[in-house]
């Protein structure tokens, strides 16, 4: 008896290479976020809000999965330049995982043109296309939060941040890591000053204070002075 019930595949159906599928490494998670993307037309563009609207999962859950498809070679984002300086940033997912050495540079691939392989599927990340916003919104939310005046244009800062969002973290993650650490260290004169971006934004410190436990500040009752009644029908005792 067959275990399985197909159907006449001549509508509504997709062909893609098994690579991911049978990729132990991969989740149930990340597979299905690849064969939803593959099972588009070629060159069709992916919004990251629009993907996550396809699932019951949430922000975090998907970028969970999809970090995994860029860790083991499936996904690969590089910035596209315009005038010396980052315009957007583009991804190319593959059907089967590509190693260091099957680099996009040494590759046929020519971005924003048909030529790109039949594997690759050249997608825009709607919440990197318009990086200059994200930097002025993230060092704006920085400044009044913390009473700093650092400047979105300087070319350390976007690093930092681009960095960040190019490993898939969002704006709202970098709200989260300066909430934590302006409540930690704003009132601590010997850590004020490292609420900047070289610090908030490291990689090496970004994704530990994210994920940092924070449990809401008790607030301390201020007591409230028993109202004093009066009695002016007894007169005044004077001891």
Do not use: C
């Not at 990729?23 to 809000?49: C, E, Q």
């Not at 890591?177 to 260290?185: E, G, L, M, N, T």
Request: proline content about 4%.
């Amino acid at each position: 008896m067959q275990g399985i019930v197909r159907v006449e595949k001549n509508s509504n159906y997709t062909v893609l290479h098994k690579a991911a599928l049978k990729d132990t490494r991969l989740s149930w998670k990340a597979k299905g976020i690849i064969a939803y993307m593959l099972s588009m037309p070629d060159n069709w563009v992916f919004h990251m809000n629009e993907l996550m609207k396809h699932s019951t999962d949430g922000e975090k859950s998907f970028r969970s999965g999809f970090n995994e498809l860029k860790t083991h070679g499936y996904v690969k984002r590089f910035p596209v330049y315009k005038d010396k300086k980052i315009d957007h940033w583009e991804t190319v997912v593959f059907e089967v995982p590509q190693t260091q050495e099957d680099s996009l540079l040494s590759q046929n691939v020519q971005v924003g043109n048909e030529d790109v392989r039949k594997e690759a599927l050249l997608i825009t990340d709607s919440l990197l296309s318009n990086d200059k916003k994200n930097i002025e919104l993230i060092i704006e939310y920085l400044n009044v939060s913390a009473s700093k005046n650092f400047k979105a244009s300087t070319g350390a800062t976007k690093k930092f941040i681009n960095g960040r969002l190019a490993e898939g973290y969002s704006v709202d993650d970098f709200k989260r890591v300066i909430d934590i650490k302006v409540a930690q260290w704003l009132n601590n004169p010997d850590m004020n000053a490292y609420l900047r971006p070289s610090t908030l934004f490291a990689p090496k410190n970004f994704e530990n204070y994210l994920n940092e436990n924070t449990s809401p500040k008790q607030k301390v009752a201020t007591p409230v002075a028993k109202p004093v009644e009066l009695n002016f029908n007894e007169g005044e005792d004077y001891g």
